[in-house]
């Protein structure tokens, strides 16, 4: 008998330090925790094409980073009228598939795999800095080196820059979008040259990036795109499933790249 | 003798509906209100590179639509240790220049500048639909013809594009960064083929549209940039500046593309 979807949640949580959380958006979005779990598919966010590639893969539950419904508690009331969200759910509901966000709990596990998946993407872990996990300590390279480097390593097509650099070595890594307070305090507490980052919001970090260079400081930020900062944590929980649902099928779908860049 | 800044400050409220309101984010972030303004630099964030052209033009007062503290509220107790911070809040300081922000009220005049400056800037005053000022209807054209008219007439190097479009008819305009729930509503409540954006969250608008093409629903989202998409709306304030306030040199100051695409 399979595990059923509730089994393999309450087995994720075991591994989480502090888990279960009182509040937390890592929540069954849809499904019954129930039904015998067919095939797990591990993914950045739950799109219709990301439903559509589980399901042809057979598998009846979606581990989904992000929210399934385009706001990040998952509130549906103000889109129960909207075409997209009733045919989307519908597509879920016809499938039987079962959605469950692993976010909260992602990020507090130790190490969060969202690092562990980037510095293997950047095959970067040897610079790993000792007192600060955040921050890694390469040889100095130009800007435009570690723009092109990173781009390669994560299969990027077009990345957004501010700043400048000849010798960037210490390079701070945050993704996701944790606000403009956190990235800025990398760039004072971490004393970083360059931050990599998933999303910004354009009146913060950017901003005060372009401010330092206006000042005469040396710093640059690089903007990868939140899906494609946390991809490489997702991609970790693979492995870490199938060495524990050795009889689920386990597999990672993604999300490609959001945008057109015209 | 010239006006004040608190006297200007105090001009613009009389023109905005329901001003001054209890709760807002536009106040003096820095200088003396009762000094007497040399000069106007009207700007959508006054970064470093603005506050020098503002004192190389004479100008002792600077409104600004976006914060000058690299977060919304320009809470600055974090930043007290930070070099950047320091050193800008100092440039300001020694020039005796005032930076007052102009978001929340700006928004609230009728019509709002930032919708009336960026018709100007897209030359589609005729196509706004009466019903609903934040849609254009439009004679149909592609979404890659649109796209390629919008970055030519806001002098865009780059912008986002998600979805498709052979005939672009409906197309809605939502400026800045109001959250997903409004640019998704604008889709279903508007039904908009196109959405020009400023700024959005990478787990909402984008995703949505990204679902309605998977579900064969033909809808597209360009991501202009913040900057990009409150720019004409500042530049409008100009000339409403000089008719009011004929003493004072008035003048706007751009940003400039915040952003590297590489």
């Known amino acids: 008998m399979s595990q059923t979807v509730q089994q393999i949640i309450e087995m994720i949580l075991a591994a989480v330090p502090g888990a279960p959380f009182a509040q937390t958006v890592d929540t069954l979005k849809i499904g019954d925790p129930r039904e015998p779990v067919t095939g797990i598919a591990v993914t950045f966010l739950a799109t219709v094409e990301v439903i559509e590639a589980a399901i042809a893969r057979g598998a009846n539950f979606i581990i989904t980073h992000e929210p399934t419904f385009y706001n990040h508690l998952d509130d549906v009331q103000w889109l129960e009228k909207d075409a997209v969200y009733t045919a989307k759910r519908r597509l879920l509901e016809d499938h039987g598939m079962a959605v469950w966000r692993f976010h909260d709990y992602l990020h507090a596990m130790r190490p969060d795999p969202t690092m562990t998946g980037m ?136 999300v490609g790249e959001p945008f057109m860049w015209r």
Chains 1, 2 share one sequence.
């Open 119 to 254: 510095l293997r993407a950047l095959n970067w872990a040897d610079y790993q800095d000792p007192s600060n996990p955040f921050v890694c300590h390469l040889p100095p390279r130009s800007l435009e080196t570690l723009v092109a480097e990173v781009k390669t390593a994560l299969g990027l097509e077009t990345v957004r820059v501010v700043g400048a650099g000849d010798a960037c070595e210490r390079v701070g890594i945050l993704v996701g979008a944790p606000g403009g307070e956190w990235q800025i305090k990398v760039f004072g507490q971490g004393n970083v040259d360059v931050l990599l980052c998933g999303e910004i919001n354009e009146w913060e970090t950017n901003e005060y990036v372009r401010d330092a260079l206006g000042l005469g400081l040396v710093k640059a930020l690089v903007v990868l795109g939140h899906a494609a900062s946390e991809e490489p944590g997702m991609r970790e929980m693979v492995p870490w499933l199938q060495a524990r649902v050795p009889e689920v099928p386990v597999s990672f779908v993604s």
